[in-house]
């Protein structure tokens, strides 16, 4: 039976562990999740003076790891459904020019090619349609920008790959539930997610069938995670 990504119990999940969500993350992935943004910002190199957006921001992580790398007043916007991350992101934020937003990634509210670079940390496979959050995120990419996103993925090595999904799936769940109680299951919703989630040439499929082109991806740590990068192609007559 498919995950439920409902809006509804995606905005409560995400409502009921913001307070220890950004502690989970790192202690969970034992700070490798700096080293994923940091690669994912690497990949949207070289950058313009024009804005930059990351939906289903969450807590800020990704979209202050992209106004580090900034230079001049280039605004970065944050957005995401759920008001209690974006209240903590809120109060991370340091810089004027990183604006967070109350918006759903299905219905994002900017008008066509606003922004050079259009990104997602762990969050687009919580959309509950991956090709029409891909579409969106395209149509308000600039031509000639780039859409990036950063996912769990599970290993190609089999002993790594084993390993790995026997934490996942038994010791993450339980884990997870002991430290941040819920009534969403969260740290079960997370590997069931995880597994359906397409990854590799499956999702630079379906990046192409959005809108992009010379797809690419990387895998990081082994592959536990990946970043995948598109871009959309400049108008005809440029």
């Given at each position: 039976?498919?995950?439920?990504?409902?809006?509804?119990?995606?905005?409560?999940?995400?409502?009921?562990?913001?307070?220890?969500?950004?502690?989970?993350?790192?202690?969970?992935?034992?700070?490798?999740?700096?080293?994923?943004?940091?690669?994912?910002?690497?990949?949207?190199?070289?950058?313009?003076?024009?804005?930059?957006?990351?939906?289903?921001?969450?807590?800020?992580?990704?979209?202050?790891?992209?106004?580090?790398?900034?230079s001049?007043?280039?605004?970065?916007?944050?957005?995401?459904?759920?008001?209690?991350?974006?209240?903590?992101?809120?109060?991370?934020?340091?810089?004027?020019?990183?604006?967070?937003?109350?918006?759903?990634?299905?219905?994002?509210?900017?008008p066509?090619?606003?922004?050079?670079?259009?990104?997602?940390?762990?969050?687009?496979?919580?959309?509950?349609?991956?090709?029409?959050?891909?579409?969106?995120?395209?149509?308000?990419?600039?031509?000639?920008?780039?859409?990036?996103v950063?996912?769990?993925?599970?290993p190609?090595?089999?002993?790594?790959?084993?390993?790995?999904?026997?934490?996942?799936?038994?010791?993450?769940?339980?884990?997870?539930?002991?430290?941040?109680?819920?009534?969403?299951?969260?740290?079960?919703?997370?590997?069931?997610?995880?597994?359906?989630?397409?990854?590799?040439?499956?999702?630079?499929?379906?990046?192409?069938?959005?809108?992009?082109?010379?797809?690419?991806?990387?895998?990081?740590?082994?592959?536990?995670?990946?970043?995948?990068?598109?871009?959309?192609?400049?108008?005809?007559d440029?």
């Amino acid at each position: 039976m498919p995950v439920d990504k409902s809006g509804v119990r995606i905005r409560q999940m995400f409502g009921e562990i913001a307070g220890r969500y950004d502690f989970m993350n790192h202690f969970l992935s034992a700070g490798t999740d700096v080293y994923w943004r940091w690669q994912t910002v690497r990949m949207a190199r070289p950058f313009s003076q024009a804005p930059m957006l990351d939906v289903c921001t969450g807590t800020g992580d990704l979209a202050f790891a992209f106004r580090r790398e900034l230079s001049g007043d280039a605004p970065v916007v944050g957005t995401d459904f759920t008001l209690g991350m974006l209240r903590i992101a809120e109060r991370k934020r340091q810089n004027r020019q990183v604006v967070f937003l109350e918006a759903d990634t299905l219905a994002l509210p900017f008008p066509d090619s606003t922004f050079q670079v259009v990104s997602v940390a762990f969050g687009l496979r919580n959309v509950s349609s991956t090709i029409a959050g891909l579409k969106e995120m395209t149509r308000v990419c600039q031509p000639g920008g780039k859409v990036l996103v950063l996912e769990f993925s599970l290993p190609d090595n089999r002993v790594l790959s084993r390993a790995y999904q026997w934490y996942f799936r038994r010791v993450l769940p339980v884990l997870g539930q002991m430290l941040v109680r819920n009534r969403q299951a969260a740290y079960e919703y997370l590997p069931q997610s995880v597994s359906e989630f397409p990854s590799g040439h499956q999702l630079t499929d379906l990046m192409e069938e959005a809108g992009l082109d010379r797809t690419a991806f990387r895998r990081l740590t082994g592959g536990i995670a990946t970043v995948y990068i598109g871009h959309k192609p400049l108008q005809p007559d440029q």
